[in-house]
C-alpha cells in the first residue's frame, strides 16, 4: 500500500532567493572540530565558457535533485570508510537540512526520504517549503518527495507512479527486454544502487528471475506534480521526481520503469494541457541508478534528435528529453562517490523547447577535491550522492 502526504499550501512571507558563493561553507549543529558543509553554487552557462542558446530574459526558476540517504539504509559496516560520528541521525539530519536550506531553490526533488513525517516535512514548512510525497511500496520505509516555496509556486495537479503497476502488463505482453546483454563492468564492479554492497543479498531473496511477475515487482515508485507559477506568468510547469531500481545485473527491468515512467509523463502531460489550456514545460529529476552508457540514459534522451542514442533502444518515445548536465557541460564524472562505486546516476531532463532552457547549472566537486578525499558520506557531505541542480528560464514570449 503507497502512502501518499500532501503538505497544504500555506500563505508566508516571500523569501528571497540569493546566490551561493563557491566553496561556500555552513557550520553545522556537530562539533565545531568537524569540517563544515560544503555547499556548491549555480554557475552560468556564459561564465562556463559554454556557448548557450538561451534567452536572457523571461521567468526564472531554480530546481535541486538529491538522493540524500535513507538514514534506514545508514550503518557503519556499510560505510566504513566514512567517520561514525557523521553518520549519526541527529548529525546528518541537520547537516542535510542546512545544505537544502542554503540551497535556497525553488524546487527540491529528494529522493530516499525515510523521515518525512518526522522530520523534514515540519521543518522545510519553516523555510517556506510546502511538499507532497510518496513512499515505496512493501517494506521500504523511504520515498520520493518534492519540495516547493509555497510564494513561487501553486501545486494544481499531481500523480503517483508505482512501478509495480508494472506486473499487471506483463498479463498484456512482455515488458522487459529479451536482450540480457548487460553492461559487464557495471557488474563486474560493486553495483551502483547497493550502498557499496549493502543489498547484495539479492537475487536468492527476490524469488524466481525468469518469472517477470516477480522480477518486475522492485517496490519502487516515482511521483509527478503540475506546479502553476505565481505572479506574473501562471505558467505551468510539470515536475517529475523518481529512484529507479538499482541492480545493474536486471538492467531489463530499469529500461522497463524508464519506459512506464514516459508513458505516464505523456499522458499526465495531455491531462494538464487540455485542463489548463496550456502547454506545460516539463522537467523530471531523480535517481536513476544508470551511468551515461547504460540503455536507460540513451533511451531517455533518444528522443531528442541532436543526441544520437549508441544503443538501440529507440521505439516510439513519447517525450523528448535533453540532459541539463549533458546539454551544457558535460555529465560530470560523478554524483555517487564511495570507495566501491563512483559514477554519475543522477539527472535532470526536461523536454528541450524554444520556451524553457537551463542557464545555469550546480557545480559538483572535482575527483581531487579535498572535501571528497576517501568518499562519502563525510563531515562535508551527509550523502553518498552529491545535489545536482539547474537554473531555468521560460522566454517571455510564452509568458501570458
Not at 505565481?230 to 545493474?248: C, E, F, G, L
Amino acid at each position: 500500500m503507497l502512502r501518499r502526504t500532501t503538505i497544504p499550501v500555506l500563505p508566508r512571507l516571500p523569501i528571497p532567493f540569493f546566490s551561493l558563493t563557491s566553496g561556500r561553507s555552513v557550520p553545522t549543529k556537530m562539533s565545531s572540530t568537524q569540517s563544515p558543509i560544503k555547499l556548491p553554487r549555480f554557475v552560468s552557462v556564459q561564465e562556463s565558457g559554454i556557448s548557450s542558446l538561451s534567452k536572457p530574459d523571461g521567468i526564472r526558476f531554480s530546481l535541486v535533485s538529491y538522493n540524500i540517504l535513507a538514514q534506514a539504509y545508514v550503518k557503519s559496516s556499510l560505510f566504513p570508510h566514512s567517520p561514525s560520528s557523521c553518520l549519526k541521525w541527529k548529525a546528518r539530519s541537520q547537516a542535510i537540512l542546512s545544505v537544502l536550506k542554503n540551497l535556497g531553490v525553488d524546487f527540491l526533488c529528494l529522493q530516499e526520504v525515510d523521515e518525512y513525517e518526522s522530520f523534514y516535512k515540519g521543518n522545510m514548512e519553516s523555510s517556506g517549503y510546502s511538499s507532497t510525497y510518496i513512499q515505496r511500496s512493501g517494506q521500504k520505509r523511504d520515498g520520493c518527495g518534492i519540495f516547493y516555496k509555497h510564494n513561487m509556486a501553486e501545486l494544481v495537479l499531481e500523480d503517483i507512479i508505482d512501478y509495480n503497476d508494472l506486473v499487471n502488463s506483463t498479463q498484456e505482453g512482455n515488458v522487459l527486454d529479451d536482450d540480457k546483454q548487460y553492461d559487464k563492468d557495471a557488474i563486474a564492479s560493486k553495483d551502483p544502487g547497493s550502498k557499496n554492497g549493502s543489498k547484495s543479498k539479492s537475487t536468492q531473496d527476490r524469488g524466481d528471475p525468469n518469472d517477470p511477475r516477480v522480477r518486475l515487482k522492485r517496490d519502487c515508485v516515482g511521483l509527478i506534480a503540475a506546479f502553476k507559477l505565481k505572479n506574473p506568468s501562471q505558467n505551468v510547469v510539470i515536475v517529475a521526481n523518481t529512484h529507479i531500481y538499482w541492480d545493474p545485473e536486471w538492467a531489463d527491468v530499469k529500461l522497463a520503469q524508464a519506459k512506464y515512467l514516459l508513458s505516464r509523463l505523456a499522458r499526465f502531460k495531455k491531462l494538464v494541457s487540455d485542463k489548463f489550456e496550456c502547454t506545460p514545460s516539463l522537467i523530471v529529476a531523480g535517481d536513476f541508478n544508470s551511468t551515461p552508457g547504460d540503455k536507460v540514459y540513451q533511451y531517455l534522451i533518444s528522443g531528442n534528435s541532436s543526441s544520437a542514442p549508441t544503443l538501440d533502444v529507440v521505439e516510439d518515445l513519447p517525450i523528448p528529453l535533453c540532459s541539463v548536465y549533458g546539454s551544457t557541460r558535460g555529465e560530470p564524472p560523478f554524483t555517487n562517490y564511495t570507495p566501491g562505486f563512483t559514477g554519475t546516476l543522477d539527472y535532470i531532463f526536461f523536454s528541450p523547447s524554444d520556451n524553457i532552457q537551463p542557464v545555469s547549472f550546480l557545480e559538483l566537486p572535482e575527483p581531487e577535491s579535498s572535501d571528497i578525499v576517501g568518499g562519502l558520506p563525510n563531515f562535508n557531505h551527509p550523502s553518498d550522492h552529491l545535489p545536482i541542480g539547474a537554473e531555468f528560464v521560460i522566454s517571455r514570449e510564452y509568458i501570458p
